[in-house]
Structures are given as structure tokens and as C-alpha cells.
């Protein structure tokens, strides 16, 4: 069993950044790929990053690609997302995911390979 909680969330102007945390309890985090997903007001959930358990492989959503990037800390059982140059349309929910992965370099897209998800952190960005 993996608890997520994530944290760091908040109101930003646009062009701004923030830096979200996903803590994940439990011995095998470094075991789990992990993954971030947003889901805005009236629209589905949609993926945004995803980093493999090692950290050697990372994917993203085009609508984010440059501007934001996944990372993890394997010591921390943490998994971050740093957000810059935020636009309105960021505006969202955002949640993390974890996945068991056999693979050190395996990457999951698809929201239903994960198997425990967090509460969600809301960012809200102004124009």
C-alpha cells in the first residue's frame, strides 16, 4: 500500500512558477513510476509528466513540454513537479500517481496503469 499526498499548490499570475511535492509513505518508492495528472473545472483528466522509478526516463504532455519538469528523490520518497512559465489554461487540480513498474527506465502514460493516486493540490493561475 502507497499513501500520496501532495503539497505546494496555490494562486500565481501568469508567467510565474511553482514547485509541487507528491510525499509517498511506505519502504518501496524507489520500486513505483511515478506521474502527474491535472484535471480542470468541466474536463476530463488529462496526463501531464511522467518519471520512471530510476529517474533515467521522463515524458510529457506537449502542453507543458519546456516549461515544466518531473524529478524525484528516491532518498525523500518524493516526487516533484517545478511549473514555470504558467499560463491561465494550468489552471487545474493536480495530482500524483504511482505505478508498479519492473522496469528501472518503464515510463506509464495512461492514467489506468497507476495504482494509487493523491488527493490533489489546486493551482490557480491568474491572467
Known amino acids: 500500500q502507497v499513501q500520496l499526498v501532495e503539497s505546494g499548490g496555490g494562486l500565481v499570475q501568469a508567467g510565474g512558477s511553482l514547485r509541487l511535492s507528491c510525499a509517498a509513505s511506505?519502504?518501496?518508492?524507489?520500486?513505483?513510476?511515478m506521474g502527474w495528472f491535472r484535471q480542470a473545472p468541466g474536463k476530463e483528466r488529462e496526463f501531464v509528466a511522467a518519471?520512471?522509478?530510476?529517474?533515467?526516463?521522463?515524458y510529457y504532455a506537449d502542453s507543458v513540454k519546456g516549461r515544466f519538469t518531473i524529478s524525484r528523490d528516491n532518498a525523500k520518497n518524493t516526487v516533484y513537479l517545478q511549473m514555470n512559465s504558467l499560463k491561465p489554461e494550468d489552471t487545474a487540480v493536480y495530482y500524483c500517481?504511482?505505478?508498479?513498474?519492473?522496469?528501472?527506465?518503464?515510463?506509464?502514460?495512461?492514467?489506468?496503469?497507476?495504482?494509487?493516486w493523491g488527493q490533489g493540490t489546486q493551482v490557480t493561475v491568474s491572467s
Open positions: 500517481a504511482a505505478g508498479v513498474s519492473p522496469s528501472p527506465f518503464r515510463i506509464i502514460v495512461a492514467g489506468g496503469g497507476y495504482d494509487y
Open positions: 511506505g519502504r518501496t518508492f524507489s520500486s513505483y513510476a
Open positions: 518519471i520512471s522509478w530510476s529517474g533515467g526516463s521522463t
